[in-house]
């Protein structure tokens, strides 16, 4: 008998100490929710293929961070907390406890200290063909163009009573740069950094679900059908001294940018230098993929119930698609100016490509076009503004980090 009543203490110790016990205290039903959320985008990422690259590990961590007892939420915001819990001083405020590191939040420390953005840059960089906007500057000011809708956003959340870091590191999601807007988040408003990251990766993942309405409602038939002219070829000089010359004029002009900006310059000159192929394809291939998962899965983590499930989190996914919208939007029209201006030469659907959702953004240009005039081919055009929109986006995120930080 009294084996039998040990067995069933261990049992009922084993089950009221479990995570499924959990859920029935108060508040535990916050965690149910995000699971399923959890759920939803791993969905997303395996079912629809919205960039699974990074939807699948985010989702994956937010699944992690939400299982009660397994301590792998991120449980810091700054270096000094993270300081603060490698030694022991941190304070768990719901149980009063001691709190001691997990797994999650050494991950965390490259996203605080500035590390995965910008070699996730190095990689982009490697990956980039500058040829389109060098062999048409012009379109340059299309992706600058599509930065309108961060400065929009930040001056509509500042009026919301959102503080000023806070408006940045919301209004950046309008870049449609995932790492940019970590990169920013981190160093402004860091508790808002789990909601950013899921928004901001949501919308890349729906360009081809937001942006066509747009473009259409803003064009006639007649703006979408306009066949551009071909590309003038651009020489492997030019190809070297772009990311060269970019990097002293960016990094000169805004230091807070120089780490993206330079990794971003430093991934393009391997790969156009024809000398360093082989560490070219490590920052493609290997570097990439490491510092994608430990980015997809520390980021996740960092939306716990607790920080994910308020009003405010709402506030920022709804005034992150007006910023996706508005950028959007603001290309489309200085895309409609350039085509006045050149006499319906230059189609205004690559305007819209000047949000950095590379190469997503010019895709969705090129279906556009094609879906008015099938013999129209804009995707190389709209490459142009695409890859300006990634140094515009790097560009907006070192002035809202000079004013703000």
Not at 157 to 165: E, M
Not at 206 to 226: C, D, F, G, H, Y
Not at 319 to 348: D, H, R
Request: proline share 5%.
């Amino acid at each position: 008998m009294s084996i039998l009543q040990g067995v069933w203490g261990a049992i009922v110790d084993i089950v009221s100490n479990s995570g499924y016990a959990f859920f029935f205290t108060d508040g535990g039903y916050k965690n149910l929710i995000m699971i399923g959320v959890a759920f939803f985008f791993l969905y997303l990422g395996i079912k629809q293929g919205f960039e699974p690259l990074l939807m699948i590990p985010i989702a994956f961590g937010m699944l992690l961070a939400n299982i009660p007892g397994a301590n792998l939420a991120v449980q810091y915001n700054d270096i000094h907390g993270f300081i603060d819990l490698l030694a022991g001083r941190m304070i768990n405020e719901t149980t009063g406890a001691v709190c001691t590191p997990g797994l999650m939040d050494f991950l965390y420390f490259g996203v605080k200290a500035g590390i995965y953005p910008p070699l996730i840059f190095l990689g982009i960089g490697a990956m980039t063909d500058f040829s389109p906007l060098i062999a048409n500057p012009s379109s340059f000011i299309l992706g600058a163009a599509a930065q309108f809708g961060i400065f929009f956003t930040y001056i509509g959340a500042t009026l919301l009573k959102f503080t000023p870091q806070e408006s940045g590191s919301i209004a950046i999601i309008g870049g449609a740069d995932g790492p940019t807007a970590i990169f920013v988040t981190s160093q402004l408003a860091p508790q808002l950094l789990g909601t950013i990251a899921v928004a901001a990766y949501s919308y890349m993942a729906l360009v081809p679900v937001i942006q066509p309405p747009i473009m259409r409602a803003l064009t006639t038939k007649k703006e979408r059908s306009v066949v551009m002219d071909n590309l003038r070829p651009v020489s492997k000089l030019e190809k070297i001294l772009f990311p060269i010359m970019v990097t002293v004029i960016v990094a000169l002009l805004l230091p807070d940018a120089a780490s993206l900006v330079g990794m971003l310059m430093f991934g393009n000159l391997l790969k156009e230098s024809g000398r360093t192929e082989r560490i070219a394809k490590a920052a493609q291939n290997e570097l990439m993929n490491i510092i994608t998962i430990m980015l997809g899965l520390s980021v996740g983590a960092t939306t716990s119930a607790q920080s994910f499930l308020t009003s405010k989190s709402l506030g920022i996914i709804a005034l992150g698609l007006v910023a996706f919208a508005v950028g959007t939007a603001s290309g489309v029209l200085f895309g409609k100016l350039m085509y006045i201006f050149t006499k319906g030469k230059v189609n205004p659907l690559i305007g819209s490509a000047g949000v950095s959702a590379v190469p997503m953004a010019a895709r969705v240009s090129q279906k556009e076009g094609q879906r008015e005039n099938p013999a129209n081919f804009l995707l190389m055009h709209a490459m142009g503004p695409n890859v300006s929109g990634v140094i515009s986006s790097v560009v907006a995120a070192g002035v809202l980090l000079t004013l703000l930080k």
